[in-house]
């Protein structure tokens, strides 16, 4: 076959950029208003993935009414829905001065979640019945954006960067705001700017609820100005419904480790706005946002050095503790938990010993390793610090330093255990900056939220319920929490390096 000439070549390519052309045309036609055609028609469903109900409701009334609040339980398939609204608005778009802009309550969400949906939902679009070539990476498709044409792209807005999203004025406008709970005002005022011109301006805001304050917890309840939205609560049942046994399983698994009247629970399983569980100590948001933290950290490869491992012991029958070793960077970055069956009451201490010994020798034997010694963490403290780790012991039961006060200065504790839960809230508290990274482990959340009661007693100490108490209402003991409190604040807490001090009482500690 003859090579084409210049004019012939350049006359083959005219011909299939007008057949590309007239056909993208008729599909933005018949696409423009129905995001669940383009879903249904376009997309390459592979086996076992749907477009469940309350999906196809939020696609619709979007469209309808332009304004959107929706608020569910976690596993709703909210990323889902939200990378194809993305993509039915772009492509449907494309060729008009158009902008999508995404921003969510912490910029991992956007880099850990809600852009990979996005990317692989490229992959599965059926792009010749879409008549474009598929968008290349590195020029159309990026990391965190889109940019099909000169007129229009999708951004990824951090959600404390109002001024980016003031200007990113268009004829036509997405802005999608996913976990919409934690978004600053700032940054909701700076699309209510965008929204005031323009042909087209479409607002969804996606989240799973939080406490009963905030922007994304006034619309959603109808209050006073914010009647021109539209809201969908996609309830537990839905979800379970759609998403059958696995979903009912987790759902069952964390109302026995959380209880069905706390906020986790209402929160992330029925989809419920809920106040801080009554007296709690440390508040679900502050643990969330060291979380989201942590998922930050996590993107960028965990940098930092090991500083330590905090050591809560437990065995024996049923509902007892558990073997929990929080791993330690920096100063307040906890990497993982690694959580060890009950060991065998009769070489238990050996084996603790071991699964320590490990992650020091791995990471680094002289950092701090801080095992509580009552019971059986004694034995298990000695054996450490006998094979000359560097073991600081934490006795929960000794008395800290009269030095040792609360951030007020006013109030000292009762006892090790109450300093460690009170210096552990004002470490989370968001106004010290601490910045504290946690793991996303339901475990750990749980712990951390179940210390209901605080008292003063006449000498001006704070106290806190017992491990019993709170083994007696959630049917476990906090594991998580106490390997956790221990590391971040036990070595400010243990005064005297001598070990037997500890072990035999002898002093004041």
């Known amino acids: 076959m003859q090579p084409l000439s210049p004019r012939a070549r350049e006359a083959f390519f005219a011909e299939m950029f007008q057949k590309y052309n007239n056909k993208h045309a008729t599909f933005q036609r018949a696409y423009f208003y129905d995001p669940v055609g383009f879903m249904r ?15 196809i409701d939020v696609a619709n009334r979007l469209v309808q009414n332009k304004r959107l609040a929706v608020r569910g339980p976690r596993g709703l398939g909210k990323s889902m829905i939200a990378a194809l609204l ?7 778009r494309e060729g008009k001065n158009w902008k999508i802009v995404t921003s969510a309550g912490a910029w991992s969400q956007l880099t850990n979640y809600l852009w990979p949906e996005i990317h692989k939902w490229w992959f599965q679009i059926d792009w010749d019945k879409v008549g474009r070539p598929m968008p290349r990476t590195e020029k ?7 940019k099909l044409d000169e007129k229009g792209q999708a951004i990824a807005a951090s959600p404390t960067d109002a001024k980016l999203i003031e200007g990113a004025h268009a004829d036509y406008n997405l802005y999608l705001f996913d976990e919409a709970k934690a978004i600053d005002i700032k940054v909701w005022d700076a699309v209510e700017g965008g929204m005031a011109t323009g042909i087209e301006k479409l607002f969804l805001a996606i989240s799973t609820p939080g406490e009963e304050i905030g922007r994304f917890y006034e619309i959603c309840t109808k209050q006073s100005g914010y009647e021109d939205w539209d809201t969908i609560h996609v309830t537990y049942q839905q979800c379970a419904e759609a998403r059958g046994e696995t979903y009912i399983k987790w759902a069952e698994d964390r109302k026995r480790q959380w209880g069905e009247q706390t906020q986790p629970y209402k929160n992330y399983v029925l989809g419920e706005f809920a106040q801080s569980d009554e007296g709690a100590i440390i508040p679900l948001g502050w643990i969330e946002m060291a979380v989201e933290r942590w998922k930050e950290w996590r993107n960028q490869g965990f940098p930092g050095e090991y500083t330590g491992l905090g050591v809560d012991v437990g065995l024996g029958g049923v509902g007892s503790d558990k073997i929990t070793m929080a791993v330690k960077y ?11 069956a009950r060991a065998n009451p009769e070489v238990a201490t050996m084996e603790i010993v071991g699964h320590a010994k490990g992650i020091a020798d791995k990471l680094g034997r002289d950092k701090p390793i801080v095992p509580d010694i009552i019971g059986i963490g004694a034995g298990v403290g000695h054996r450490l610090a006998e094979l000359e780790y560097n073991v600081i012991p934490f006795n929960a039961g000794a008395k800290p330093g009269p030095k040792i006060k609360d951030q007020s200065g006013e109030y000292g504790f009762l006892n090790n255990r109450a300093a460690m839960w009170i ?3 004002e470490i989370l508290d968001p106004e010290n900056k601490y910045d504290v990274c946690l793991p ?16 003063y007693t006449s000498q001006a100490l704070i106290k806190i319920e017992s491990k019993d108490d709170i083994r007696a209402r959630i049917g476990r003991s906090p594991d998580y929490a106490d390997a ?9 807490l243990v005064r005297k390096p001598d070990f037997k001090t500890y072990v035999v009482g002898v002093g004041e500690v």
């Open 41 to 55: 028609d376009c997309i390459k469903w592979e086996e076992g993935q749907v477009l469940f109900p309350y999906q």
């Open 86 to 92: 993305i993509w039915w608005y772009a492509l449907t």
């Open 140 to 146: 159309e498709l990026l990391t965190t954006g889109i």
């Open 330 to 340: 920096d100063e307040y970055k906890i990497k993982e938990i690694r959580a060890f």
């Open 423 to 425: 210096m552990g809230r």
């Open 440 to 455: 996303d482990i339901p475990e750990l959340i749980g712990d951390l939220t179940s210390l209901r009661k605080m008292t």
């Open 484 to 492: 956790v409190l221990q590391i971040l604040t036990g070595i400010k």
